[in-house]
Nanobody, 120 residues
Framework: VQLQASGGGLVQAGGSLRLSCAAS????????MGWYRQAPGRQRELVAT???????NYADSVKGRFTISRDNAKNTVYLQMINLNPEDTAVYYC???????????????WGRGTLVTVSS
């Protein structure tokens, strides 16, 4: 199973970006999907998660600015980011709980990350 993230880049403060992360390989079932980020010198932190039933959870720092969504038919999770600020600069990683061997045998999987840089 692989997770391929895309959509990062350089944007000015106040701008927008949309990240995508597609899962591929032997996939029977996907439970929760999410985005995490790691800024230089800081620990990785949760940004947002979404369940298979599309219930969402957000870090306080991104509420009202970021929107997580998923397309179950495409095994893809998205992160729409608006009103970006320099504190959002980080490598963004997608995560998915994927069952490949049994319908409910979920294992965590991580993508390689995509860099988001917000200039002031």
């Amino acid at each position: 199973v692989q997770l391929q993230a895309s959509g990062g880049g350089l944007v000015q403060a106040g701008g927008s970006l949309r990240l995508s992360c597609a899962a591929s390989g032997t996939i029977l079932n996907i439970n929760r999907m999410g985005w995490y980020r790691q800024a230089p010198g800081r620990q990785r932190e949760l940004v947002a998660t979404i369940t298979s039933g599309k219930s969402t959870n957000y870090a306080d720092s991104v509420k009202g600015r970021f929107t997580i969504s998923r397309d179950n038919a495409k095994n893809t999770v998205y992160l729409q980011m608006i009103n970006l600020n320099p504190e959002d600069t980080a490598v963004y990683y997608c995560n998915a709980e994927i069952a490949s061997r049994g319908w409910y045998d979920f294992r965590p999987n991580w993508g390689r990350g995509t860099l988001v840089t917000v200039s002031s």
